[in-house]
């Protein structure tokens, strides 16, 4: 009897990622095109470095000031690329 009155699971929201910013792009020695790019998710703001879908480092921030703290990081992360000898291309 319990059975008739079982309703269906509720489906879960997907988790949130929304982008909020493309800091830059840039070219290296393999000519593939690097993103550097910040998303809310559902832990804070994430900062990630990535070609495509292959994400190759992130950090996340959940302090008050987690904007600067995420524009600062990108900042480091440039300048640490430009003396590797990457270069910046258009953001597209």
């Not at 509720?10 to 290296?28: D, E, I």
């Not at 832990?43 to 600067?68: A, H, I, K, P, T």
Request: glycine share 4%; proline share 7%; with cysteine.
């Amino acid at each position: 009897m319990a059975e008739v009155f079982r309703f269906p699971d509720t489906p879960k929201p997907p988790p949130k990622n929304v982008h909020r910013a493309t800091f830059f792009q840039m070219v290296g020695p393999s000519d593939r095109t690097l993103t550097c790019a910040a998303f809310d998710t559902e832990f804070g703001l994430e900062l990630r470095l990535s070609y495509g879908d292959d994400l190759m480092r992130s950090q996340l921030f959940r302090s008050v000031d987690r904007d600067d703290q995420c524009a600062e990081a990108a900042d480091a992360w440039h300048l640490a690329l430009i003396q590797k000898g990457f270069r910046d291309v258009a953001i597209t």
